[in-house]
């Protein structure tokens, strides 16, 4: 991450649980690497979830698998795949139960805005299905703040603001 990046500040890290189900819940300004840098920059095993397009090659798919990536499917990707969030969703709320960390995107989409978009769905679902079905496990949803000075720029510095858990 320091290749691509000149400077990356991170702070809040006192905010991330130490053990239990934390679901990490970021903007999304720059497509690939908002993903890396959550679980580069603190010491939870993160599992995310990725758009399910990059999953499409088997060997690919192995790959990323490995890297702790799930897919997700969206509308725009072809209204039929979306029914194939609910195995990926029940594996996110396995993943909670066993106390450890999903990331998601809430705003379902990278944009260029130092502003958040509307939210999306997917982490609400995330979060009633788990409580749903485990309904004593206490989730801890940890808000992440993810800055660029010159996110169009190569190297840039970045930010991360890890908040304050919410029960």
């Known amino acids: 991450m320091y290749f ?3 400077k990356i500040t991170v702070k809040g890290l006192e905010n991330i ?3 239990g189900a934390v679901l990490f819940i970021p903007n999304h300004q720059n497509a690939l690497i908002d993903a890396i840098l ?3 920059t603190n010491k939870r095993n993160i599992f995310f979830l990725t758009r399910a397009a990059v ?4 060997k690919v798919a192995k790959f990323l698998s490995t890297l702790n990536m799930l897919p997700v499917y969206r509308i ?17 709320f396995d993943i909670l139960k066993q106390g450890k960390s999903v990331e ?7 944009h260029l805005f130092r502003r958040v978009i509307p939210l999306k769905k997917g982490f609400a679902r995330i979060i009633l299905g788990t409580l749903q079905k485990y309904p004593d496990l206490e989730i801890q949803i940890v808000p992440v703040g993810i800055n660029y000075d010159k996110h169009l720029e190569y190297p840039c510095s970045t930010s991360i603001y890890y908040g304050t858990p919410i029960k």
Do not use: M, Q, Y
């Open 4 to 6: 691509l990046h000149k």
């Open 17 to 19: 649980p130490k053990k």
């Open 38 to 40: 959550i679980p580069t």
């Open 55 to 58: 999953f499409k090659n088997e």
């Open 76 to 92: 725009r990707d072809g209204l039929s795949t979306v029914e194939n969030n609910i195995a990926i969703f029940e594996k996110c």
């Open 104 to 110: 998601i995107f809430a705003e379902g989409e990278h």
